[in-house]
């Protein structure tokens, strides 16, 4: 019965220790791809933008690290937040005059993620990649008919008339409305400049299909919102060309992935912290922000 129990334990340690090791020395094989030769920065953008300080750190460390020759900023994201957006624009803009900065655009780099490229040394994509789709929304859903039902009453007491603006238990005032309208708008006109200026295209022709449209790959190239068509590995041999670092025909850019990917134990602890923020996420907001 002892010997059982002994033989137990060390079958229990080795698949605990097979759980927590194998998976970190996948993870870190996974972190850089190609070894050998100058190296390229590979920062990936995403999912929705709501955050931009993970990636304003990758960005602003490998700019300075000189092991990297250059960076690619991977994106794969439908937009988010306006200001993290513009902040990332703004540190691409700053950086690439240290290092290029060539983006290399996923199945999806739509609004902030488009918003996001815009300042790259160069941007390429591929035929099918959804992007565009410059514009701005809010959202705000009301709920006055429910609490009548219900006899729900909210009390409101506020400082302006427009302190509460979007307050989700009244209808929304005609001057409520001009006001969100004429944010959303500047906010737009933002947009628009940024993709002039990004891609040295009038506003007047911006101004053409900043409507909101989601862009194939195919036709934003022909509108000049993309440089060429390619995947990260093509991005990451122009940003060596743009370093003034010639590859061969057939090497291959030594891609290296910033963010090193996760293990199974790692998931699995994401997953359970993530919990609270799940449930957090179920509430009902009391507004949505302007979003890209």
């Not at 690290?65 to 691409?92: C, F, H, M, Q, T």
């Amino acid at each position: 019965m002892k010997e059982y129990r002994i033989w137990l334990a060390k079958i229990v340690t080795i698949i605990v220790l097979c759980m927590i090791v194998v998976p970190l020395v996948a993870g870190g094989l996974m972190a850089g791809t190609a070894p050998g030769g100058p190296k390229v920065a590979v920062i990936e953008l995403a999912g929705v933008i709501e955050d931009s300080s993970d990636v304003l750190k990758e960005l602003y460390h490998a700019a300075r690290d000189k092991d990297y020759k250059a960076i690619v900023l991977r994106v794969d994201s439908p937009g988010g937040a306006v200001a993290p957006s513009e902040e990332i624009y703004n540190a691409v803009r700053k950086l690439k005059a240290d290092k290029p900065i060539v983006v290399s655009m996923g199945s999806l780099a739509a609004s902030g993620g488009l918003y996001s490229s815009l300042a790259a040394s160069k941007i390429f994509c591929m035929p099918g990649t959804q992007t565009g789709s410059i514009g701005v929304v809010m959202q705000i859903p009301n709920f006055t008919t429910i609490a009548k039902t219900v006899g729900v009453e909210m009390i409101t007491v506020k400082s302006g008339a427009l302190k509460d603006a979007g307050n989700q238990f009244r209808p929304m005032t005609d001057e409520e409305r001009k006001f969100l309208e004429d944010t959303a708008a500047k906010v737009h006109e933002q947009f628009i400049k940024a993709v002039a200026d990004g891609r040295k295209i009038p506003e007047s022709a911006v101004k053409k299909f900043a409507d909101g449209r989601v862009i194939l790959g195919s036709e934003a190239k022909t509108l000049g919102l993309v440089d060429d068509f390619g995947d990260v590995y093509d991005a990451g041999r122009e940003a060596l060309k743009l370093a003034k670092v010639e590859l061969k025909p057939d090497e291959v850019p030594n891609l290296v992935f910033t963010k090193s990917k996760k293990g199974f134990l790692s998931k699995a602890l994401d997953a359970t912290t993530s919990i609270p923020s799940m449930v957090n996420a179920m509430r009902v907001p009391t507004i949505k922000y302007l979003a890209f």
